[in-house]
């Protein structure tokens, strides 16, 4: 497999994701299916504390038993992360074209990776190594946990609505491109973090007015 990948994010919302195992590894992926609204399943004769409160609160469907292949019927994604190698395998060759998988301890195998991740609303940074280190992702995502705080929420928020304005009520796209330039400046910026709403609308106008006189 080529260590460059295709990076992109799957819409799976109400698809049908299995996960193999019921241990810490696969409490962690099950989180970040959730997060994105899978319908997950897990297969594993034991469950993990998070797991088994999910599973008692059908918060995920759990199927108590050891694998077998036709457990993956109707999955989408399926992440393999027992603690036995052969298990892992075994859920590797049961995949059927179309299914994507992740082994969690064979990224050779594996047809997608998960990378670390921080999210701020409909802001979303992911970090991959491709598998070169989990524990560098882990790393810089905190750094950028940091350095993207909760404000990163409210000004994407804000910047989505504006462009919707922008676009709905701007035709000129040299007035588009120096309006949006403008809403990424720190004024902008530190307005959101005063969750400021309406001197947001008012500089908002502003800007608009001074591009549209550029037109
Ligand atoms: C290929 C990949 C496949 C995949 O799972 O998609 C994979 C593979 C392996 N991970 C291993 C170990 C660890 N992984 C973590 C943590 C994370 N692992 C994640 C992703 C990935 N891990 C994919 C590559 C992503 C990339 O490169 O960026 C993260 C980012 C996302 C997530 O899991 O949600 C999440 C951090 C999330 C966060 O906290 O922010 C920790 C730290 C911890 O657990 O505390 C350790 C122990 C320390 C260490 O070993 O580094 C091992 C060896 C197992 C063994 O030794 O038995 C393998 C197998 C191998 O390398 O062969
Ligand atoms: N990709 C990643 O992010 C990481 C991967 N790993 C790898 O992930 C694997 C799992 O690690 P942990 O979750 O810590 O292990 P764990 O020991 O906590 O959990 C293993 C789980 O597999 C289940 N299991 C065992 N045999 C099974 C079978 N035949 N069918 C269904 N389920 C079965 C057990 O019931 C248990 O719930 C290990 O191979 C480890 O090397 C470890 C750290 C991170």
């Known amino acids: ?36 609204g899978a319908r997950v399943t897990v297969i594993s004769p034991v469950l993990a504390n998070g797991l088994a409160e999910y599973a008692s609160n059908n918060i995920i469907i759990w199927k108590e038993k050891r694998f077998e292949a036709d457990d ?16 892992n395998v075994a859920v590797w ?8 998988i992740t082994v969690a301890d064979r990224p050779d195998l594996s047809t997608f990776i998960v990378p670390a991740q921080v999210r701020r609303g409909r802001l979303l940074l992911t970090i991959s ?24 929420d409210i000004y ?30 720190d004024e902008f910026w530190l307005i959101a973090c005063n969750n400021d709403r309406s001197a947001w609308d008012a500089e908002l106008t502003k800007l608009m007015c001074k591009a549209e006189r550029i037109e």
Not at 11 to 35: M, P
Not at 129 to 152: F, K, W
Not at 157 to 171: C, P, T
């Open 1 to 36: 497999m080529t260590e460059r990948s295709y990076p992109a994010l799957l819409r799976i919302e109400g698809t049908n994701c299995t996960v193999v195992g019921g241990g810490h590894v696969a409490f962690r992926k099950v989180n970040s299916l959730l997060d994105a």
């Open 72 to 87: 993956l019927a109707g999955a989408v994604l399926v992440i393999a992360a027992t603690d036995q190698p052969d298990v």
């Open 156 to 185: 994407t928020e804000w910047l989505a609505d504006s462009r919707k304005i922008v676009l709905k009520q701007i035709d000129n796209p040299v007035a588009r491109r120096i309006i949006f330039a403008g809403l990424l400046t």
């Open 93 to 100: 060759e049961a995949v059927r074209p179309g299914q994507w």
């Open 129 to 152: 190594t491709e598998g070169a280190s989990p524990g560098l992702s882990r790393r810089i995502a905190r750094e950028l946990a940091v350095q993207y705080d909760d404000t990163y």
